[in-house]
């Protein structure tokens, strides 16, 4: 039985060790914001947070999600201002990819909170947008920047809801 | 030549012959219903009782509820142009709505809707005037309606922001619902006398609306194929055998499997059609069980005949092809071709080369099949009920009314999802297990079964005269045929009757320049097409063939030594042939000389440009003759003398497409075109290896990411003419201008696709 906190709310899940985090999240759950994409970390579409960080749903086995508070997608409630740039920006096309674009950028902004073009680049270039959206992501993402007063100002249900 | 049309003439229901519908007028259940009539219906009835027959199902139509909200339903597929946005503002401008009023559902499949499919760059086209007369339609009737409300004359009256106003006073289009009486007939002639506002009137083609799509994109609330679940459904994923034919399943050990916890079975896929041959479907509890289990089974084969068939063994079968003389079917045969050689005072040839290019679209394949109450329920995000439908039923051996398909978002469909093969193996899986399946490919299922652009050769012959002219274009093509495998009943013949041939894997060697002597011919490439199942990928013909004839014009250009953007504009006269028509080409090849002028001062061509530095200039018309999106486009490039690597510094493209109906959507579809074509140059690419594509996930296949993006200026013609398409033509011009752009910054001639380094330090190498 493995035990952590999604979306600020404590889960459980018997599915064996090795699954990847993606599936339990998807299938057991039912949050389907996050996406399938490659299996092996390579494109991005499952990005979800894992204490924070931006990581590879896809591979990473549930056993090392035991303990930790793991953010997708809906637990950002549309609220977050990168949700609010990407409306403003019109950055989706078929936006698969999308929900693993904005916890990648999430990221970034945490860090830093008016990042450069080429930080923006460097930062955002794990994940793949295969209709090309890269001009409105960064174009978002710097909108959003500019409208956050600081870095660390982003929504993280995880660490505002209790566990 | 028409694509659409080849595509649907054995359609009685195509869309294009709405102009012999009916339109129908009729409150039903409150509402009040807008729809053109089927040509299948009785029409001595009135509006209203066909409407409420049993089985009403228009092609086109929207409804307005006593509430005021307008549901416009869309018979095409949301895969990343937000085409329901566009559909409904045109019928939003006719009708006078105001868009917030504006609601977009997508249909799914039922064959009265006639020939759906959202691809070439057609669904603007094709619905921008049925879906302006019927929001006409729909106005005059309102109109007609809420003048006996105000009590004026109704010419008296127009619409705004959903409302009749006349004068001082008003109506809005839902107090006119709850208490007019609606029974309404236009005929065909009246539909088309419609009068159809100006372009200076217009409140909603032409200005952004956010896409109604957009928000669910952005909190993971969109739904696509692979999200959609079913009560009691089982997951699958195939076991897929080493050739994409032929292939017979020998045994399968499945003691390996038995250990994984979750595994259910597995079972050998029986379709009646063949179209999938020696496939194994493995059944799991949870994906992940059958993503195990389906490493773990050891399937064993007779293999079909293509398993040592190589990448070189195509292209070697393409040159031979091309030098073929009379290989393939004719398809252009402008004055005399042969003459022309014979005397001209020098010629000059190339051979192109384009590779193995994969969709690799972000969501993997994937079907969700359930048999139903002696229906099959298919969900999938697909570009085609008309193509997937038949397709499906003919593999479970059972009749096109008995399938239904259900549409999604689609997490991308770049042609990819037109033929939707990929339903067929879990239908079979269902039918064979007995429960509802859910079928996903991984990411190496998926490249292994991609339906990939295939591999080009195409030689490009000039005849130059005595006064140092091009006089003669002769232009030999060669690939696998996407239609050939998936629609071969919409090949249409060659000119010279020998045969028939696939129009969207020729589409662009007619191009719009004045020569005298022209002759093309178009040659299927018999070990590609059974090899794989040559795509229909993004661009299609045009994206590989324009590489082939826009670098040539280049290269005739040097050889001449003319510029080559003055030769082409001295080409584009419009005269002959290239005059075009009323509406869609009207003006011709002057709107390419047009936007080519627009593009050379915008690339300021002729600046003088650092060692190394070059530009390149290419001109497109889109995916077809008869629906000519007009596009110039220039790359200023940067390559390194020494590792041959290409740096795209900037991308400058002019686009006339018409009218444009939501211009950021219009610029979201060049940027994501401009940058695919891009990829396709520089970055993408893979090659057939044993009979299998080598590439198999994203660390062997490299679409371009965000560190290669390039600075791009994107400049649309203002324009009041017929609307074409855009979801394509973008990525056309894009490599060939970068291959003329490194010729002029090294005097080196790459000819072949995707463009690599190693090809330039070879040919510095040589020189």
Not at chain 2, 277 to 301: L, N, Q
Not at chain 2, 528 to 547: D, E, M, N, Y
């Amino acid at each position: 039985m493995i035990e952590f906190n999604l979306n600020g709310k404590t889960v459980r899940t018997d599915v064996p060790d090795d699954t990847p985090l993606l599936w339990v999240i998807r299938d057991e759950f039912g949050l389907k914001g996050t996406k399938f994409g490659c299996g092996i970390a390579m494109c991005g579409a499952c990005t979800v947070h894992l204490d924070g960080a931006a990581v590879r749903s896809c591979s990473m086995p549930i056993s090392m999600a035991q303990g930790k508070k793991v953010s997708t997608i809906e637990g950002f409630e549309g609220k977050h201002p990168l949700q609010e740039a990407w409306i403003e920006e019109q950055v989706p096309q078929c936006g698969y990819c999308q929900s693993g674009q904005i916890m990648q950028a999430a990221t970034l902004l945490e860090q830093n909170g008016s990042p450069t073009d080429e930080e923006i680049s460097a930062h955002m270039s794990a994940n793949i947008c295969r209709c090309m959206a890269y001009p409105r992501i960064k174009k978002a993402i710097k909108s959003a920047a500019e409208k956050s007063n600081s870095a660390v100002n982003v929504y993280d249900l995880a660490s505002s809801v209790e566990g | 030549m028409n694509l659409l049309n080849n595509f649907s003439k054995n359609k009685t229901e195509d869309s294009l012959q709405l102009s012999r519908r009916k339109f129908l007028i009729s409150a039903v259940n409150s509402a009040l219903v807008m729809a053109f009539a089927p040509l299948t219906m009785s029409l001595t009835a009135s509006a209203s009782e066909i409407i409420k027959q049993n089985g009403f199902s228009p092609s086109i139509w929207f409804e307005i509820s006593t509430l005021g909200e307008i549901t416009v339903h869309v018979a095409r597929c949301e895969m990343g142009q937000h085409v329901g946005t566009a559909l409904a503002q045109i019928v939003a401008e006719e009708l006078g709505a105001n868009w917030d009023d504006i609601r977009v559902e997508h249909a799914s499949s039922d064959p009265k809707w006639g020939f759906v499919m959202t691809g070439g760059s057609w669904s603007v086209f094709q619905m921008y005037k049925p879906l302006s007369q019927a929001g006409a339609a729909g106005r005059i009737t309102l109109i007609e309606a809420g003048a006996k409300l105000l009590g004026v004359a109704p010419k008296s009256c127009d619409v705004k922001d959903s409302k009749v106003i006349s004068g001082s006073k008003s109506v809005t289009f839902a107090e006119i619902i709850k208490q007019g009486k609606f029974d309404r007939t236009f005929t065909p002639e009246e539909m088309n006398k419609l009068p159809i506002k100006s372009p200076d009137k217009r409140h909603t083609i032409g200005f952004d609306r956010l896409a109604l799509d957009v928000p669910p994109k952005t909190n993971g609330k969109a739904v696509y194929g692979i999200d959609v679940e079913l009560e009691g459904m089982v997951y699958t994923r195939p076991v897929i055998p080493p050739t994409r034919y032929g292939s017979k399943v020998l045994g399968v050990d499945d003691s390996n499997a038995k250990k994984i916890k979750g595994y259910l079975g597995y079972e050998i896929l029986k379709d009646q059609s063949n179209w999938i041959e020696g496939w194994v479907s493995v059944i799991a509890e949870s994906y992940h069980s059958a993503i195990k289990a389906a490493d773990a089974i050891k399937v064993s084969y007779k293999s079909g005949d293509t398993t040592n068939v190589s990448e070189q063994d195509i292209i070697d079968e393409g040159r031979k092809l091309v030098n073929t003389k009379s290989a393939g079917v004719l398809f252009v045969n402008d004055g005399d071709m042969d003459k022309a050689f014979d005397s001209a005072a020098s010629t000059l040839d190339a051979t192109y080369i384009t590779h193995t290019a994969m969709h690799f679209q972000m969501e993997p394949l994937n079907a969700l099949a359930e048999f139903k109450d002696g229906v099959w329920h298919i969900h999938c995000g697909n570009q085609s009920h008309s193509l997937t439908l038949p397709a499906v039923a003919k593999a479970l051996g059972v009749s096109d009314d008995s399938v239904i398909v259900h549409q999604y978002y689609l997490g991308g469909g770049f042609g990819r999802r037109a033929y939707g093969d990929y339903a067929i193996p879990a239908a079979l899986t269902a039918k064979q297990y007995g429960k509802p399946v859910k079928l996903i490919f991984t990411r190496p299922d998926d490249a292994k079964f991609d339906q990939a652009r295939s591999a080009s050769v195409q030689k490009v012959s000039a005849a130059i005269n005595d006064k140092n002219e091009l006089v003669g274009y002769e232009h030999n093509i060669s690939a696998g045929w996407p239609t050939l495998s998936m629609a071969p009943g919409f090949m249409p013949k060659g000119i010279d009757n020998t045969g028939n041939f696939d129009p969207f894997s020729t589409s662009g060697s007619d191009h719009w320049y004045t020569i005298a002597n022209n002759r093309v011919r178009t040659i299927n490439n018999p070990l590609a097409q059974k090899t794989f199942t040559p795509g229909w990928l993004r661009s299609v013909g045009p994206g590989w063939i324009s590489f082939g004839a826009e670098s040539f014009i280049d290269e005739v250009a040097h050889e001449l030594k003319k510029d080559p953007v003055e030769m082409r504009l001295a080409m584009l006269d419009g005269k002959g042939k290239n005059r075009g028509h009323h509406p869609q080409s009207v003006h011709g090849a002057k709107r390419l000389k047009f936007v080519l002028e627009n593009c050379k001062k915008a690339a300021n061509w002729g600046q003088k440009l650092p060692k190394n530095e070059g530009l390149g200039i290419a001109t497109s018309f889109g995916q077809e003759r008869e629906m000519p999106t007009w596009i110039a486009c220039a790359a200023h490039v940067a390559v390194n003398p020494t590792s041959g690597e290409i740096t795209i510094k900037k991308i400058f493209m002019t686009i006339d497409c018409g009218t444009v109906v939501h211009p950021d959507s219009a610029l979201a579809q060049i940027e994501g075109s401009i940058l695919w074509g891009v990829s396709l140059a520089l970055h993408e690419g893979t090659e057939v290896s044993n009979g299998n594509y080598i590439a198999t996930n994203f660390h062997n296949y490299t679409p371009l990411r965000m560190n290669n993006m390039p600075e791009m200026e994107i400049n649309f013609v203002e324009s009041k003419e017929f609307p074409v398409g855009l979801g394509e033509p973008g990525v056309i011009a894009v490599a060939p201008a970068i291959a003329n752009a490194v010729f002029h910054a090294t005097g080196i001639r790459l000819r072949e696709l995707p463009m690599k380094p190693e090809h330039i330090r070879q040919q510095s190498k040589q020189a």
